[in-house]
Nanobody, 114 residues
């Protein structure tokens, strides 16, 4: 299964974006799906996680502002990002986890700047 992330772009501080991660096959086989982000020169940061049952976890830095969701019918993972801050600027990656290992999507760049 291949994952294709989209929805990144340039947004002003305080604005919103919704990232999507479309899968070429069923995502119901992924027991966990996550969004991570990375700024060049810094370690990758796990932003949000959603299990197959729909339970979610968030990094403290995005809690209350970001919402992760998955649509097992459309085979798509989402990340709704509100109240964006300049420090949210990064390349965002979606990942699906199976017992055989992780499936990484390509990144989508989010830039928060006035």
């Amino acid at each position: 299964v291949q994952l294709q992330a989209s929805g990144g772009g340039l947004v002003q501080p305080g604005g919103s974006l919704r990232l999507s991660c479309a899968a070429s096959g069923s995502i119901s086989s992924f027991y966990d799906m996550t969004w991570s982000r990375q700024v060049p020169g810094k370690e990758r940061e796990l932003v949000a996680r959603i299990s197959s049952s729909g339970s979610t976890n968030y990094a403290d830095s995005v809690k209350g502002r970001f919402t992760i969701s998955r649509d097992n019918v459309k085979n798509t993972l989402y990340l709704q990002m509100n109240s964006l801050k300049p420090e949210d600027t990064a390349v965002y990656y979606c990942v699906g986890f199976r017992a055989t290992g992780p499936h990484w999507g390509q990144g989508t760049l989010v830039t928060v700047s006035s």
